[in-house]
């Protein structure tokens, strides 16, 4: 199916949004958009398991996705949760090795799939492109160190004013099918402890419930 111009116009801009794709010009970029195939995914369908062979880069167009992994007894941990704009799957885009996590759709998803043959032409191709996944490779890096330190060195009172604070800035974070057991999950705890530091955060004035909005009025003591 041949995209429209409109469409076209979007698939380049998520892709300057991505650091690696953002040396290149329109030129450049439409030779990968040209590749790039449309999914939709309903709520709670597997887009893909762990160890599955990579079909390349997805993007999300519209709703909410969760990368996560299983402990041995089965419990989910939420690895990352992701909206509009976001991709996944980007390691195993780039080394062409198998997908590290499982991707489930939280909601109704729209997205496209950049396939890993025309990652790999595009790496060969343009030298700038390959820094920059470099650089993008680092980054992601040092950011699961944060998350593993706030994992095992911050109480969950701690984590949870720190999400709240990233889901102020974070719409991904705030999406539809983000709920509570979703949050949980993403902290490594359960819903209920949830609910009761919630309850402590707004005793403490810390924050505010606004239906069912949750409205930050001072969490910097907290963390």
């Known amino acids: 199916m041949t995209k429209s ?20 010009d329109p030129e450049q970029l439409g030779t990968l958009t040209t590749d790039a195939v449309n999914f939709v995914f309903s709520p709670d369908e597997v887009i893909f398991l762990e160890g599955d062979s990579s079909r390349g880069l997805w993007i999300i167009q519209d709703g909410n996705v969760k990368i996560t992994k299983l402990s041995l007894e089965g419990n989910e941990y939420i690895l990352h949760l992701l909206g509009p704009g976001d991709s996944f799957n980007d390691i195993a885009a780039l080394d062409s090795g198998p997908t590290p996590a499982n991707a489930i759709a939280m909601s109704l998803v729209s997205t496209w799939l950049l396939p890993t043959e025309t990652i790999e032409r595009a790496l060969d ?20 160190g944060h998350q593993i330190e706030d994992l095992t060195l911050y109480p969950v009172m701690v984590r949870l004013a720190r999400f709240l604070l990233a889901q102020a800035e974070n719409p991904s974070l705030s999406g539809p099918g983000v709920t509570r057991a979703a949050i949980a999950a993403h902290l ?6 949830i609910s009761r530091v919630l309850a402590k955060l707004q005793d403490a004035g810390t924050i505010r419930f606004d239906r069912h909005k949750i409205i930050i009025v001072n969490v910097f003591d907290v963390i």
């Open 5 to 24: 111009a409109e469409t076209t116009a979007v698939l380049n801009d998520y892709l300057t949004k991505l650091p690696y794709f953002s040396p290149l």
């Open 125 to 144: 191709r343009y030298p700038a492109m390959a820094r920059a996944a470099l650089k993008m490779m680092g980054a992601r890096i040092r950011a699961l």
């Open 188 to 193: 490594a705890t359960t819903p209920e402890t």
